[in-house]
């Protein structure tokens, strides 16, 4: 079954950090860019960050530069999100999402596949 | 970054009504515009890519048109289970960006 499947969310209080995963399954993993979306309670999407196939390139929204990083295991078919000093409006569902483009190079594209997200509370 | 605005924010329709929903790109993005039904507690679904492009198994009530800064999605006879948020995406410029949503009620 093609997949993407979110964990590691919780709840964290404002400058703790947190690590996201996201396996994948049902499709070559190591072939095909992932983006983190968020959505923060009652709100719309915000992209957050992406990451070629291979790894070489990773993009980020201002919001979160310096603070999260981007990385994957593709021998585990994995994506992570280490988020560092958190802020109270991190506070949202991250979702990991799939760009539908075979060894893309660059950022450009719509998301064909979701997972259903992992909920990230950063509260004191 | 490219702002998309979408418009209505909400609408109230009938099932077997057609609905139109709008989404205005502060600039030009050729037709790299996605449209994706969320509906309460759930993840995203991708429907329609390139603006007027159906993803497969999306039903054919379900379309799309528009380029350059506007666009369209429209669900003709709708259905009880069209009912959600639809969000427009543009994929023409780093950041990629999302319009606010528009959230369809049954009237």
């Known amino acids: 079954q093609v997949q993407l499947v979110e964990s590691g969310g919780g709840a964290v209080q404002p400058g703790g950090s947190l690590r996201l995963s996201c396996a994948a399954s049902?499709?070559?993993?190591?072939?095909?860019?992932i983006h983190w979306v968020r959505q923060a309670p009652g709100k719309g999407l915000e992209w957050v960050t992406f990451i070629r196939y291979d790894g070489s390139n990773k993009y980020y929204a201002d919001s979160v530069r310096g603070r999260f990083t981007i990385s994957r295991d593709n021998s585990r078919n994995t994506l992570y999100l280490q988020m560092n000093s958190l802020r109270v409006e991190d506070t949202a569902v991250y979702y990991c999402?799939?760009?539908?483009?075979?060894?893309?190079?660059?950022?450009?594209?719509?998301?064909?596949?979701w997972g259903r997200g992992t909920l990230v509370t950063v509260s004191s | 970054a490219i702002q998309l605005t979408q418009s209505p924010s909400s609408l109230s329709a009938s099932v077997g009504d057609t609905v139109t929903i709008t989404c205005r790109a502060s600039?030009?993005?050729?037709?790299?515009l996605a449209w994706y039904q969320q509906k309460p507690g759930k993840a995203p679904k991708f429907l329609i890519f390139?603006?007027?492009s159906l993803e497969s198994g999306v039903p054919s009530r379900f379309s799309g048109s528009g380029s350059g800064t506007d666009f369209t999605l429209t669900i003709s006879s709708l259905q009880p289970e069209d009912f959600a948020t639809y969000y427009c995406?543009?994929?023409?410029?780093?950041?990629?960006?999302f319009g606010q949503g528009t959230r369809l009620e049954i009237k």
């Open positions: 995406q543009q994929f023409s410029d780093y950041p990629i960006t």
């Open positions: 390139d603006a007027s």
């Open positions: 999402a799939k760009d539908p483009r075979i060894a893309a190079a660059d950022i450009y594209s719509y998301l064909d596949l």
């Open positions: 049902g499709f070559t993993f190591s072939t095909y860019g």
């Open positions: 600039q030009g993005i050729s037709s790299a």
